[in-house]
């Protein structure tokens, strides 16, 4: 006998019935706000990632049986990375004053302030909203920072077109709800840019169901976007931004007068992941259509109701567009956006080919003026030794009254420089060990990328800003040996799978998998139009040369003219690789036997024995400063004798 099958409803995850109960994100950040305690609740966490900030803690300062070091990162939302002067010089403030005295450029083209407690967080973002700025969306399961290229051509219309359409969008996708300005400003919605007429009016245009009617949130509803959302808008040709990882990119399409026609369409990029777990995977954004100037807006809002209405909200791993896209299929995908936008989409238009450009070093901005590209090395603005950024930003920010856009490789331009003001402002630099001149900048720092992860990143399960530039170090030592000084490699770091500084797009990634070891990705491109992939699942940074030596030594022997490392490791393939990396490292085995063997019998001559408790003593020390027991004994007794002299 046949009984019918009962499905039995999935239900959504807790973050989603969180949302829901928010109150259009008010609870229970406004309630916790008023508490005198260091920290909010798991709930509180949730909620206050909407408006921009994460509850982290310092792991170096943690001590068991003590609560933790509690603090907050906020991070800033400003659309093309356009940060006003007045702003810049408030969070260089704040972060003197409230912070952890460093500023923080994202690879999303914002600015986060580290190391922040609860009991300033109110005094700190009404601050920020107060000088022309903003947290809201930073963070949370709506659409984040929008992206466009940061190079200040005033004589490029296309380039003006990625500003103000990235701007336009922001302020389209910005939550509505009063919670933000209420919990944070008491209610007074301080006095911000003001928006676009049709902004506003597509925004409330009821779309073949894009909207939720009479609700807060016209976009959003109850339960905002099934996971972060992320856009872009760029030109033709400057892959400045990444433009393959992002949710949605449009890029901008003009006539032969410069005068904007409309825009193509990508959509379903997205790089977080998590080790051995299959289901999740980096993907590159697809080829969708194009779009005209005057139906955009219709077009972003049906991607996000596409989105937002048939995205994972069970399973958080899964809810990404990019995974509904690549269960769907692109057609099938194509077809639904299409019903919300109430039209057929135009084919894709032709377009050159993708350049990365970084626009460090003086260039002329087309109208007379000048911008100066800075590099900062992983994106951090600090004083530190002869290093001086923070405080020459400060010098030259305050005198000119400059404006800066921030880049998605996290350096800063400084623009709109009258060219008297030129030879000033590079003393000031110079002066406070800033370098002008990107030549000088070492060749690996200058493509490279790390996210924070330790000690503040909660998710981190290894270094990587604090660690990278060592690395770098190694690798620079590595390629001179082999006669290679001058080769570069985009190198990119995390310190977890979530893929914060785009490791997947690297030449060669790092990808934290635990203490000191590292998922190593291989065979993306310096254009970062392409996924790498992974070549090794986990790599002990201690044989990172080891491992590095006999990639390189096939790479120079047998590159084809101006193929980069990682265009040859996909052209050759891994198979390849690792063939010539077995010979390679079997053939310097044997030619190291003999000596290996003459050290390792004249170090173990002589031993000596300790008591048990001395030894789970020395164990232990080993474990937690992660040195070889044997080192420890050495530096201990070199230390001693030192003290008899």
């Not at 872009?232 to 006539?255: A, K, M, R």
Request: glycine share 6%; net charge neutral.
């Amino acid at each position: 006998m046949m009984t019918a099958s009962v499905t039995i409803p999935k239900k959504p995850s807790k973050v989603e019935n969180l949302k829901e109960r928010s109150n259009f994100l008010r609870e229970p950040i406004a309630t916790e706000l008023q508490q005198d305690t260091t920290h909010f609740t798991e709930d509180g966490i949730q909620i206050l990632k909407f408006h921009g900030s994460y509850q982290q803690d310092n792991r170096d300062n943690r001590v068991k049986g003590q609560e933790k070091d509690y603090q907050f990162m906020l991070r800033t939302r400003n659309p093309g990375g356009f940060i006003p002067p007045q702003l810049y010089l408030t969070l260089e403030n704040l972060s003197e004053q409230y912070g952890n005295h460093t500023l923080r450029v994202t690879t999303r083209q914002g600015y986060q302030i580290h190391g922040i407690l609860k009991k300033n967080l109110k005094t700190v973002i009404s601050n920020i909203v107060k000088s022309m700025g903003s947290t809201l969306g930073a963070c949370g399961d709506l659409n984040r920072n929008v992206m466009a290229p940061p190079a200040p051509y005033k004589n490029r219309a296309d380039y003006q077109y990625a500003w103000e359409y990235a701007e336009k969008i922001a302020d389209l996708l910005t939550p509505q709800t009063g919670a933000y300005y209420e919990i944070w400003l008491d209610g007074e919605k301080a006095i911000t840019a003001e928006e676009a007429p049709e902004v506003k009016a597509y925004r409330q245009k009821n779309l073949n169901g894009t909207n939720f009617t009479d609700s807060e949130e016209p976009i959003y509803g109850t339960q905002y976007m099934p996971r972060k959302f992320k856009c872009s808008v760029t030109v033709p040709g400057d892959n400045s931004i990444d433009v393959y990882t992002h949710d949605l990119s449009l890029v901008v399409i003009v006539d032969e007068k410069g005068e904007l026609e409309g825009f193509n369409i990508l959509a379903g990029g997205g790089l977080g992941r998590t080790h051995r777990k299959e289901e999740t995977f980096a993907r590159s954004a697809d080829e969708i259509g194009y779009v005209k100037k005057d139906d955009v807006f219709d077009l972003v809002k049906a991607v996000v109701a596409t989105q937002r209405d048939y995205g994972d909200r069970v399973n958080r791993r899964h809810a990404r567009m990019k995974y509904l896209i690549n269960d769907w299929g692109v057609e099938k995908f194509t077809a639904k956006l299409e019903e919300y936008f109430g039209k057929k989409l135009e084919p894709f238009k032709q377009l050159p080919e993708w350049k990365y450009e970084d626009y460090l070093g003086w260039h002329e901005q087309g109208d007379g003026k000048l911008f100066i590209g800075i590099s900062v090395e992983n994106g951090r603005v600090k004083n530190e030794g002869e290093f001086q950024l923070k405080e020459a930003l400060k010098k030259v920010i305050e005198k000119y009254e400059l404006p800066t856009r921030l880049t998605a490789n996290h350096n800063i331009i400084l623009y709109e420089i009258d060219p008297q003001w030129q030879e000033d402002i590079s003393k000031i630099l110079v002066n406070h060990g800033v370098e002008i001149n990107p030549e000088n900048v070492n060749h690996l720092t200058r493509y490279s990328m790390a996210c924070p992860a330790l000690p503040t990143c909660g998710l981190a399960t290894t270094e990587s800003e604090r660690i990278l530039p060592s690395i770098l170090e190694r690798i620079d030592s590595l390629l001179g040996k082999l006669g290679m000084e001058e080769e570069n490699i985009v190198i990119r770091m995390t310190g977890c799978p979530n893929g914060c500084a785009r490791p997947y797009m690297a030449e060669l990634g790092f990808v934290g998998d635990s203490p000191n070891v590292y998922q190593i990705w291989l065979g993306g491109c310096p254009n970062q139009t392409r996924l790498a992939q992974v070549y090794v699942d986990k790599l002990n940074v201690n044989e990172l040369e080891k491992f590095l030596e006999p990639l390189l030594v096939f790479f120079r022997d047998n590159k084809e003219n101006n193929e980069t490392f990682g265009q040859f490791c996909y052209r050759v393939g891994f198979d390849a690789l690792r063939t010539f990396a077995d010979k390679y490292k079997s053939s310097k085995k044997k030619i190291m036997t003999q000596t290996e063997k003459k050290s390792r019998k004249k170090r173990n001559e002589h031993r000596i024995s300790v008591n048990e408790e001395w030894y789970q003593k020395l164990k232990t020390t080993s474990s937690e400063q992660k040195k070889g027991m044997n080192q420890i004994v050495s530096e201990a007794l070199e230390a001693y004798f030192s003290s008899q002299k």
